[in-house]
């Protein structure tokens, strides 16, 4: 109940929920505003992550809290990988992809989209630097276990991922790497060391 009506049948709204309105409004043009400008966002994202991991250096604590973001961070990752329609899931009559003499090409439209996962992860980064302000997040485990565990956790859900682009011949970064010949270089080699660790 934000406003209350009066005779009229118009919502009377109380202070709170107009300085609420005007706050999530000022957000969501800012939000939207900064949507051309990729590389300063993840620029911001740098930082929100570094300045998290000071914390968690110099704190000598909240590494379940790391684990979990690291956790969240990778499956964000695999959804932008992923594309939106996924071959497997898709009727087995093959009308979905396009048939191998034709050469009818079809734009890769990812799953999770850069500026939703850029906000996804600079949010989760930003909620686990406050929650390292509470001592009751901060759960005395030994880190290398959950460093090691990650580290497998990652090589599997990439190996299932490439397996899967190497099958159904996408390639997620397609678009970007036409005109930059260093990123193809460096797409290209990222995804043969996750080949050779398989």
């Known amino acids: 109940m934000d406003g209350v009506e009066d005779d009229g049948g118009d919502a009377v ?3 709170l929920a107009k300085w609420k309105y005007e706050v999530s409004r000022t957000f969501r043009y800012y939000l939207v505003s900064s949507a051309p400008y990729t590389f300063r966002r993840w620029l911001g994202t740098l930082a929100a992550a570094t300045i ?18 690291g956790t969240y961070i990778l499956n964000l990752l695999i959804g932008f990988l992923s594309p939106k329609e996924d071959p497997e899931l898709e009727a087995p009559d093959g009308a979905s992809l396009p048939p191998k003499d034709n050469d009818e090409v079809r734009p890769f439209v990812r799953r999770l989209p850069e500026f939703l996962f850029w906000y996804a992860t600079t949010k989760a980064f930003i909620v686990a630097y406050l929650m390292t302000f509470c001592s009751i997040f901060d759960v005395p485990v030994f880190w290398p276990i959950l460093l090691c565990y990650w580290i497998f ?10 397996t899967h682009m190497i099958r159904y011949e996408y390639d997620p970064f397609r678009k970007k790497v036409k005109s930059f010949s260093l990123e193809r270089n460096l797409c290209e080699s990222i995804l043969c060391f996750f080949a050779i660790i398989n």
């Open 153 to 162: 956790l990652l090589v599997l859900t990439m190996k299932r991922q490439i």
């Open 13 to 15: 709204q109380s202070p």
């Open 52 to 69: 998290y991991v000071l914390r968690v250096y110099y704190g000598r604590g909240f590494y379940v809290i790391s684990y979990g973001v």
